[in-house]
């Protein structure tokens, strides 16, 4: 019976069987504590204050509790937030120490520009210019919405400086384009400094401007104290969002959270990208994925078509299938260091040499930037696509190539009407792996083009409207840059899993797509149907 048992092969079946179950069960495992962690953190959770043996109290939120091993020591770790009062967000506190906890209704949780949440009671508002004066019940948010319009107007301003400071920059392109070929003293370089010298007495009023209103705007302010009474004035421009979680319904709640959602998918990042919204890191990533499998998948396609259907079997041809095979294995940290020397140092400083003379030493493509970062992305997966448009063009029978050339069909038309069509759901396979592995890679970006926080998008309505000497954010290096370079790892670990939830959800969308036309085009080419 026994020998039976392993003749049949029944152990390897369950070891097999038991390998994908336990993938699975890993698979399953990193979608729920990222899902877990990532979703819940946008809701309003409530806030406790804790009265402490020694008189004094906390406020702020329950993050976690935990058990001391080998004591059964209880401890409680609060998020109390105002950092500018206290130095630090979080605080653990042994439960032996609290003698009460309770939710006050009237507390207030401020969403602020810099340091962080401040947790406390409004004890005072003062506003200037705001007629009728704003009371009574959610004073606070009414006075915020009422200045609003204050603030789109700073707002406006400073677009309007940065518009101008474009313009500038364009025209000092081309004063010292024309200082470069002698052209000083034409008519034309003198109206372009007379129109300079006007810019810049604007780009001066405004900043005036700009200045003196945002002065006005800084003394509306209310006045606040935190859990033991300690009083702290917080400019009103510079909170982002307030609410009172313990005053909260359900439906509320609800409406704070697509809020939240809204400023992450289409806001910019603050407080060191720990708060706010990632849509540059979005926008980055998508648009670097789009741009590497435009100059990467037709590259690797013309390379696996030649070395299938066209290159005679020799020692060189082994040996380039044998390099294909072992590029897909090198790190790519090593292709992030040959596209800085190559693309950004070679190609890059000859661009520069020979177009943008005027502007040495200040690079323009001698530097970083999104084509380059694409560029090397699409030479590391340029191997897989290269090896999986092989593998699908040899699957293909030998008889249907003879089939068709027997009908007096050329070798390109055979190739381009028969073999193709047949072949892309398995091109499309290495499309997808390609893809999939470029959107998670980080190392060879950081040495070509991602930044911490871009000051521009690679893609706006200035012309000419596509930048690819630009840097740009990543989602990728964003989880890096909050997770292991934050000055406060603790603070920033809820972003951490926001970002790799909007990684994956980002990723498996793209991938989804491309499966999906995977088997449309396996259903209408598959061999059977030939």
């Not at 890059?348 to 560029?375: C, K, N, Q, V, Y």
């Amino acid at each position: 019976m026994s020998k039976k048992f392993w003749r049949q092969g029944e152990p390897f079946v369950w070891a097999t069987g038991l390998a994908l179950s336990l993938i699975l069960f890993l698979t399953l495992l990193l979608f729920y504590v990222v899902t877990t962690n990532g979703l819940a953190v946008f809701w309003p959770k409530k806030v406790v204050l804790a009265t402490l043996q020694d008189g004094r109290s906390l406020l702020g939120e329950i993050v976690q509790e935990e058990i001391i091993p080998h004591t059964d020591t209880r401890r409680l770790q609060f998020k109390i937030g105002n950092r500018d009062l206290y130095g630090l967000d979080f605080k653990w506190v042994d439960a032996s120490e609290i003698t009460s906890l309770t939710y006050p209704k009237d507390v207030h949780v401020l969403e602020r520009q810099e340091y962080g949440n401040f947790y406390g009671y409004l004890s005072e508002l003062e506003v200037k210019g705001i007629a009728p004066p704003v009371s009574g019940p959610n004073s606070l948010a009414r006075t915020i919405a009422a200045l609003e319009e204050r603030k789109v107007e700073v707002h406006l301003l400073g677009k309007k400086i940065a518009n101008l400071n474009r313009r500038v920059e364009l025209l000092d392109h081309h004063l010292a384009k024309a200082s470069y070929n002698n052209e000083d003293n034409t008519p034309a370089i003198a109206a372009l400094k007379g129109e300079k010298n006007g810019l810049k007495t604007e780009f001066e009023a405004l900043v005036s401007i700009l200045g003196e209103k945002s002065a006005a705007l800084a003394t509306n302010q209310a006045i606040f104290s935190d859990a033991n009474g300690q009083p702290k004035a917080i400019a009103l421009v510079n909170i982002v969002r307030t609410y009172q979680p313990n005053n909260m319904s359900f439906f509320a709640k609800c409406g704070y959270y697509l809020e939240r959602l809204r400023e992450l998918f289409f806001d910019e990042p603050r407080e060191s990208n720990t708060e706010g919204g990632l849509f540059p890191a979005i926008f980055g990533t998508v648009m670097l994925i789009f741009l590497m499998s435009i100059l990467s998948f037709p590259l690797g396609v013309l390379a696996g078509i030649y070395l299938r259907e066209y290159a005679k079997d020799g020692w060189l041809v082994k040996m380039v299938r044998i390099a294909v095979n072992n590029l897909a294995g090198i790190p790519s940290i090593v292709y992030g260091i040959f596209g800085l020397g190559f693309f950004v140092y070679g190609i890059g400083g000859s661009i520069d040499h020979f177009f943008f003379p005027e502007r040495l030493p200040a690079p323009t493509f001698g530097t970083g930037g999104i084509l380059w970062t694409s560029l090397t992305l699409g030479l590391l997966t340029v191997p897989v696509v290269i090896v999986a448009t092989e593998e699908a063009l040899g699957s293909i029978p030998p008889g249907i190539r003879e089939g068709s050339q027997a009908l007096a069909a050329t070798k390109l038309q055979t190739l381009t009407k028969i073999l193709l069509p047949m072949a892309s759901p398995g091109i499309l396979t290495g499309f997808i792996l390609a893809m999939a592995r470029a959107a998670g890679e980080v190392a060879p970006l950081m040495i070509t083009g991602v930044v911490k926080l871009a000051p521009a998008l690679p893609l706006d309505g200035v012309f000419p409207y596509l930048h690819l000497d630009r840097k740009f954010m990543h989602l990728g290096f964003h989880i890096y840059d909050i997770g292991f370079q934050s000055p406060n790892v603790e603070a920033a670990k809820p972003m951490v899993y926001v970002t790799t939830l909007l990684l994956i959800l980002i990723v498996l969308a793209m991938t989804s797509t491309a499966i999906y036309l995977r088997n449309k085009m396996r259903q209408r080419h598959s061999v059977v149907d030939v």
